[in-house]
């Protein structure tokens, strides 16, 4: 008989792990599910594929927008009543990319071989988020999948809007600042030393200012190389010290109090959580598991030690109004909606709406700040850059004045 290692949350949203025996994937989740055990892996022990997997694999990122489309089209098919091999068929023939082709495929070799699709999705070449996992096993258990399957691509397609909305928000700004330093460079290292000599050869006292520019582009001549060399190490420096857990945590809290910035993760995640929890528990995962899930799509590793605090204290039989009230002390909109939506046993839906209106305020504030930032940003190097170059052009102007 089949051996299978297993993951699963209990009622109380711990996570065992253990192994059971069964005919098939399929027949184990069921024995777990009679054991109240939330199947999260179900993993079957093979030989062989112990010896088959690298040390080096590691599963490759997928864009969330590509995931939710596919998504969409299975719970569209399933709705329409084809067995799911037969709808995952058809996906691959209409995939728009051969990426989108590889994952499909990869569902439909793991669902040929008798597994259930919560396990497809998990042993995927792709990573595929932990919480749509779990939804998809709900789905299958419940009968559901279809309608489990459109709100997870509603949920992915809204996250990766957020991410895409505070990525928009930085863009125009880094491009403009990268090509204004670009600029200068040039005019540092090629236009100011050609007019440096006229200078030299006229023995004239120049402007401090005039000064100061000469001085700086014979600088960056003259160390220039020394200069790249030290950014390069610099950012090798934070790239290795950044996988240090430690300083990963306090970096992404340092981001966190960053002015604007830190209030657009701050939203952007808590738009993720409350929609993940939410449809977790409308899905009838228990609430600890459902929270410890929801935890795991938050980006920020600073703000999900807050959401780990709170499942914790949960767990201790504090009720979640509270836990957030005590752990996540600059969210009282998202405190004062759960405790609402707890009194009125609707905290599903209120979780969801929560999670609208934290997108929607993102979306408006990323908004303001571009259409700001954009034509200050764009006035003041135009600013900069003509001054700098009416610094050098003046005193030849006089200079040719008196000639």
């Given amino acids: 008989m089949p051996t299978f290692d297993y993951s699963a949350y209990n009622s109380s949203g711990k996570l065992l792990r253990g192994v059971i025996s069964a005919e098939s994937e399929r027949l184990a989740r069921k024995s777990l599910k009679e054991k109240k055990l939330l199947a999260s892996s179900i993993k079957e022990i093979e030989l062989a594929s112990v010896k088959q997997k690298s040390i080096f694999s590691r599963q490759a990122n997928f864009d969330n927008f590509d995931l939710s489309l596919l998504l969409h089209q299975q719970a569209i098919l399933?709705?329409?009543?084809?067995p799911l091999e037969e709808s995952l068929r058809m996906t691959i023939e209409q995939a728009e990319t051969p990426k989108q082709r590889r994952m499909v495929e990869s569902w439909r070799s793991?669902?040929?071989?008798?597994?259930?699709?919560?396990?497809a999705l998990r042993r995927s070449p792709y990573k595929i988020p932990e919480g749509g996992i779990a939804g998809v096993g709900v789905g299958?258990?419940?009968?559901?999948?279809?309608?489990?399957?459109?709100?997870?691509?509603d949920e992915l397609s809204t996250s990766a809007e957020n991410r895409k909305t505070v990525s928009r928000a930085l863009i125009y700004p880094?491009?403009?600042?990268?090509?204004?330093?670009?600029?200068?460079s040039v005019m540092m290292v090629l236009v100011v030393p050609k007019i440096t000599s006229v200078f030299a050869s006229s023995n004239r006292e120049l402007p401090w200012i005039t000064e100061l520019i000469i001085g700086i582009?014979?600088?960056?001549?003259?160390?220039?190389?020394y200069l790249l060399i030290f950014a390069g190490v610099l950012?090798?420096?934070?790239?290795?010290?950044?996988?240090?857990s430690g300083l990963r945590l306090k970096f992404h809290a340092f981001l966190l109090r960053l002015p604007g910035f830190g209030r657009w993760i701050r939203m952007a995640d808590i738009s993720d959580w409350a929609r993940n929890l939410g449809v977790l528990l409308n899905s009838g995962v228990p609430v600890l598991a459902a929270l410890r899930i929801s935890s795991a799509v938050v980006g920020n590793l600073s703000l999900k030690s807050d959401f780990d605090r709170v499942t914790e204290s949960m767990r201790q039989g504090v009720s979640l109004h509270k836990a957030l009230e005590k752990n996540l002390t600059e969210?009282?909109?998202?405190?004062?909606?759960?405790g609402s939506g707890e009194a009125s046993s609707e905290l599903d839906k209120m979780l969801v709406g929560v999670a609208e209106?934290?997108?929607?305020?993102?979306?408006?504030?990323?908004?303001?700040?571009v259409k700001l930032i954009n034509h200050r940003l764009i006035l003041l190097m135009g600013a900069k850059t003509l001054e700098s170059v009416a610094r050098i052009m003046v005193p030849i102007m006089d200079m040719n004045k008196t000639i």
């Fill in 174 to 184: 880094v491009t403009l600042v990268t090509v204004s330093i670009a600029m200068v």
């Fill in 78 to 82: 399933i709705q329409s009543g084809l």
């Fill in 140 to 153: 299958e258990e419940t009968g559901h999948l279809d309608k489990i399957l459109m709100r997870l691509s």
């Fill in 235 to 244: 950012f090798l420096t934070a790239r290795i010290g950044l996988k240090n």
């Fill in 217 to 225: 582009s014979n600088f960056v001549q003259n160390f220039g190389s």
């Fill in 110 to 119: 793991e669902i040929t071989e008798g597994r259930s699709f919560s396990e």
């Fill in 357 to 369: 209106y934290y997108a929607a305020r993102l979306n408006n504030t990323v908004e303001v700040f």
């Fill in 331 to 338: 969210s009282g909109f998202l405190v004062h909606m759960v």
